[in-house]
């Protein structure tokens, strides 16, 4: 074994070591390798097309600002939990109910639906799902090409 070789192999000990060491420290833990957690797409959540039918929803979010009121649905349909956005009041005609559907946990959308105000008070359905990392949340935007953080009404994420 060459010199170089030898000090490679000790570099790599001392830091998996330490790497070790930090993870007892802090209570971190390495996750085996290709252990990744499988990303939810948006397509595998179920869409209900009009969450009207759903009997009893609640209401998990709310946020009032100077466009009106959003909010963020959920309700159980045939079996499944189901969440999307609805406005209970609104200042402009020309706005558009958005929901905006987290499925990584990063807290930006990877996918969205909306409805011009006018024509109807709440957006299609996406099933709720068990992974954290699935969230939903709700606006109202002048353009329906934006995101929820260019709202000036825009919910928490749920």
Known sequence: MTGRTSTRRTAAATTAALMMGAA?????????????????????????????????????????????????????????????????????????????VDTNGDRESDCSYYRAVTSRTYTTAKATHSSSDVAFRACLLFNSGFDCDAAATKTGWW
């Not at 802090?26 to 996750?31: C, D, E, Q």
């Not at 946020?63 to 309700?75: D, F, N």
């Open 24 to 100: 007892l420290i802090t209570g971190a833990s390495a996750a085996p390798a290709g252990a990744a957690t499988a990303a939810v797409a948006c397509s595998s959540l179920t869409i209900l097309s009009d969450p009207g039918v759903v009997p009893g929803p609640q209401t998990a979010k709310t946020a009032t600002g100077s466009t009106g009121t959003a909010q963020v649905r959920y309700g159980t349909y045939n079996g499944k939990q189901y969440g999307w956005a609805r406005t209970t009041d609104y200042n402009y005609t020309d706005l558009y109910i958005k929901f905006e």
